[in-house]
Nanobody
Framework: VTLVESGGGLVQPGGSLRLSCAAS????????MSWYRQAPGKERELVAFISSAGGSTYYADSVKGRFTISRDNAKNTVDLQMNTLKPEDTAVYYCNQGVYWGQGTQVTVSS
């Protein structure tokens, strides 16, 4: 199983970023997928989840209404659209499938 995140970077408060995770090595369409994040000195936390067919989603309260998780089962990708970013969104963002993790992509929100 390989999960490769991309799309992180530096953005000003109020800005947007779109993260993408390319998955391989398993039957992608059979599994729910998640995005987690870990800020310096804090525990890793669940940000968003999407079911295998994309019909169900979950968001942490802290990102609800600002972030949108989506997936393309034909391309084996899961994305996280992040809008109205805040400094407290600064973290390393990880793609997750069960026990498997990507390497993470850094998101920094700062003026």
């Amino acid at each position: 199983v390989t999960l490769v995140e991309s799309g992180g970077g530096l953005v000003q408060p109020g800005g947007s970023l779109r993260l993408s995770c390319a998955a391989s090595g398993f039957t992608f369409s059979s599994y729910g997928m998640s995005w987690y994040r870990q800020a310096p000195g804090k525990e890793r936390e669940l940000v968003a989840f999407i079911s295998s067919a994309g019909g169900s989603t979950y968001y942490a309260d802290s990102v609800k209404g600002r972030f949108t998780i989506s997936r393309d089962n034909a391309k084996n990708t899961v994305d996280l659209q992040m809008n109205t970013l805040k400094p407290e969104d600064t973290a390393v963002y990880y793609c997750n499938q069960g026990v498997y993790w990507g390497q993470g992509t850094q998101v920094t929100v700062s003026s």
